[in-house]
T-cell receptor, first 113, second 115 residues
Framework: DAKTTQPPSMDCAEGRAANLPCNHS???????VYWYRQIHSQGPQYIIH???NNETNEMASLIITEDRKSSTLILPHATLRDTAVYYC??????????????FGQGTELSVKP | GAVVSQHPSWVICKSGTSVKIECRSL??????MFWYRQFPKQSLMLMAT?????????EQGVEKDKFLINHASLTLSTLTVTSAHPEDSSFYIC???????????FGPGTRLTVL
């Protein structure tokens, strides 16, 4: 089962910041938080990941609370092309060779003009 | 990001036939590859994990004799759906693990329709 909880859907106005929350209250100390998104009928696209520090890249920012029980993905200036299902995933390490990504239901973000 | 390809992008076959789907990591070596299945309006469901040169590890409820996985090299994994039936119609997606930075990249998916 997925170890994360996300709201099923959110709306955001074009040009505004989209803040997508995720709860992962049972996260273990060596588990990372990953964010992916999936545009209809395509494979998931990697966005960002982090362990305990906040992270930023060209796509988004990831804010992880100090207790690591929740996080927020921020798309600073949402565009219509950001409309997608966003998945927050806690990565389980398997034999230290990488980890299984177990997808939950995600948040369907609709960016509106 | 890294590039993962899948072939074919879509396939239609008759019930009872077998279908092979290829997954390639184009610009990195993937020690571990993952196969997912996604039904309409549902999330991705992990089917199996494959490590290069060893047998795949299947998730509970996934029939290993029906979904044959071969990971012959660090850049290629194949999924064969044997004796496909209409209920196997789905979107199949592979993921490749790039160990250098703990990232997993996904292919564009293969749409399988079994008539």
């Amino acid at each position: 089962d997925a170890k994360t909880t996300q709201p099923p859907s959110m709306d955001c106005a074009e040009g505004r910041a989209a803040n997508l929350p995720c709860n992962h209250s049972t996260i273990s100390g060596n588990e990372y938080v990953y964010w992916y998104r999936q545009i209809h009928s395509q494979g998931p696209q990697y966005i960002i990941h982090g362990l305990k520090n906040n992270e930023t890249n060209e796509m988004a920012s990831l804010i992880i609370t100090e207790d690591r029980k929740s996080s927020t993905l921020i798309l600073p200036h949402a565009t219509l092309r950001d409309t997608a299902v966003y998945y927050c995933i806690v990565r389980v390490r398997v034999y230290d060779q990488g980890g299984k990504l177990i997808f939950g239901q995600g948040t369907e973000l609709s960016v509106k003009p | 990001g890294a590039v993962v390809s899948q072939h074919p992008s879509w396939v239609i076959c008759k019930s009872g036939t077998s279908v092979k789907i290829e997954c390639r990591s184009l610009d990195f070596q993937a020690t571990t590859m993952f196969w997912y299945r996604q039904f309409p309006k549902q999330s991705l469901m992990l089917m199996a994990t494959s490590n290069e040169g060893s047998k795949a590890t299947y998730e509970q409820g996934v029939e290993k004799d029906k979904f044959l996985i071969n990971h012959a090299s660090l850049t290629l994994s194949t999924l064969t759906v044997t004796s496909a039936h209409p209920e196997d119609s789905s979107f199949y997606i592979c993921g490749s693990d790039r160990r250098t930075n703990n990232e997993q990249f996904f292919g564009p998916g293969t749409r399988l329709t079994v008539l």
